[in-house]
């Protein structure tokens, strides 16, 4: 499925690079970006000729239409390699399908996938040495757009950047999660954008998150907007509960992210036999299973983390704490994806993207 040269991405190199001064093994999540950066304007009806430049701050008018409307939607997705050189990408067809997707909802001009494959290619190419080796190690990346054209009336906008920035990242662990259940705030309401990766979504949860972690909560649990009677998911992450040996997730909606690492841990977990239920769960079976004991696990999914394990939660002022597992299923999808994503073992999915 590879891109053919439709498109000649203009590269403008860096003159130096700053990899020297990186400290690989103290990584600060998403603070230090890689020497180049992908770049491609809209205007006039059209994507523009795709370029890559050295990674540097850009200039728009105090009127440009993001800063006031937030039509901005982006991506989280990440390269790594394996032990031979290779550069590898988990799924990334399924990013750009839903970049898109969110763009449509956002009323922003869809992206074309030979600009975005040539784009991230040559990007990656360019910015290989910043890919380390070693399970854990990957370079994240970020691609964006952004509504920039000037005025303040309040419409869709005709003119847009779309970037991709890189990040190195190491293997992401919080310690202990403890999450709130939220019955309060919404993070998503029927007919809205939730289902999108949509700036506002996440500006609007940082408040609600504030207030729950002075209770010790790392992140919350949404619910619906309606009851608040259902769980939909946290933070940037789709969540899974393992009761007994059933592995039980709530569908996907327009409030619900269709998460990629969601959709492969289904598929992996019927690949080994386990039960998987989509469909909706309600808090009070969760504060039953977790009271009765048959919560036997409970964890977010998502590509920042692969999967994150939930210690505890809270709910109406009550807290929640999770016995550890042995045969955890966490542990059990965290290794499989990640062998399939470094190169380790067969990729029976076919999930596996090289980069050549
Ligand atoms: C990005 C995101 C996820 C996880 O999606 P992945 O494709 O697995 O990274 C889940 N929920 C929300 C709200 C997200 O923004």
Request: include cysteine; proline fraction near 4%.
């Amino acid at each position: 499925m590879k891109s053919t040269a439709l498109t000649a991405v203009q590269i403008e190199k860096a003159t130096t690079s700053r990899i020297r001064q990186v400290d690989f093994e103290n990584l600060d999540f998403g603070k230090v970006f890689t020497d180049h950066m992908f770049v491609c304007e809209f205007k006039n009806g059209s994507w523009q000729t795709p370029t890559i430049k050295p990674y540097q701050a850009i200039s728009l008018f105090p009127s440009a239409s993001v800063f006031h409307y937030g039509q901005a939607v982006f991506e989280g997705m990440k390269a790594y390699k394996d032990d031979n050189g290779k550069i590898l990408m988990f799924r990334p067809e399924d990013n750009l399908d839903r970049i898109n997707k969110s763009a449509k909802r956002m009323a922003i001009p869809e992206f074309p996938k030979e600009f975005f494959f040539d784009g991230l290619e040559s990007l990656l190419k360019l910015d290989n040495e910043w890919i380390k080796p070693g399970i854990g190690n990957s370079l994240y990346i970020r691609p964006f757009v952004i509504a920039t054209e000037a005025g303040v009336r309040a419409s869709a906008a005709k003119e847009y950047m779309f970037f991709i920035i890189c990040s190195p990242a190491q293997s992401y662990y919080g310690g202990e999660v403890r999450l709130k259940i939220e019955e309060e705030f919404s993070r998503a309401a029927p007919g809205g954008f939730g289902y999108a990766k949509a700036a506002g979504n996440y500006g609007g949860q940082f408040y609600p998150t504030q207030l729950a972690a002075e209770q010790g909560f790392q992140q919350i649990i949404w619910t619906d907007a309606k009851n608040h009677e259902y769980i939909e998911e946290a933070g940037t992450m789709n969540l899974f509960f393992r009761i007994n040996d059933t592995l039980v997730t709530g569908p996907t909606s327009d409030t619900i992210l269709d998460g990629i690492t969601r959709k492969s841990l289904i598929e992996l977990a019927k690949y080994h036999n386990i039960k998987v239920e989509e469909r909706p769960v309600k808090v009070n079976e969760v504060v039953e299973a977790a009271k009765d004991g048959s919560l036997k696990e409970m964890f977010g999914a998502g590509t920042a983390a692969v999967i994150n394990p939930v210690k505890g939660f809270g709910f109406r002022g009550e807290r929640f704490e999770l016995e550890n597992v042995t045969n955890s299923y966490a542990s059990l999808f965290k290794k499989e994806l990640t062998n399939i994503q470094y190169n380790v073992t067969a990729d029976p999915f076919g999930w596996r993207y090289v980069v050549e």
